[in-house]
Nanobody, 115 residues
Framework: QVQLVESGGGLVQAGGSLRLSCVAS????????MGWYRQAPGKQRELVAR???????NYADSVKDRFTISRDNAKNTVYLQMNILKPEDTAVYYC?????????WGQGTQVTVSS
């Protein structure tokens, strides 16, 4: 089983930046894709960005050119650099990891963007 712990959320003004981190522990061997999802109040959880073990990435259209996902396999850590934040980016951000066909989730970190 994989445990995921997120950090880096907080309150920021519109136009600002935040960097989220997610550290994986436990059965980390053979983790493949890792990613970030978010869930705003009253909305469904949605994909923000994903990255494969080899470094291929994909992003939600709403965050392209503003957010960057990266990964350090040696540290079992995935990052999400968020720039030019907008109030509509406000949500709980969850880290996700796929390993051997099973998905694991972190507890989430709150990101709040004030206008």
């Amino acid at each position: 089983q994989v445990q995921l712990v997120e950090s880096g959320g907080g309150l920021v003004q519109a136009g600002g930046s935040l960097r989220l981190s997610c550290v994986a522990s436990g059965s980390i061997f053979a983790i493949n894709d890792m990613g970030w999802y978010r869930q705003a109040p009253g909305k469904q959880r949605e994909l923000v960005a994903r990255i494969t073990r080899g470094g291929s990435t994909n992003y939600a259209d709403s965050v392209k050119d503003r957010f960057t996902i990266s990964r350090d396999n040696a540290k079992n850590t995935v990052y999400l650099q968020m720039n030019i934040l907008k109030p509509e980016d406000t949500a709980v951000y969850y880290c996700n990891a796929w390993r051997l066909g099973a998905s694991s989730w972190g507890q989430g970190t709150q990101v709040t963007v004030s206008s």
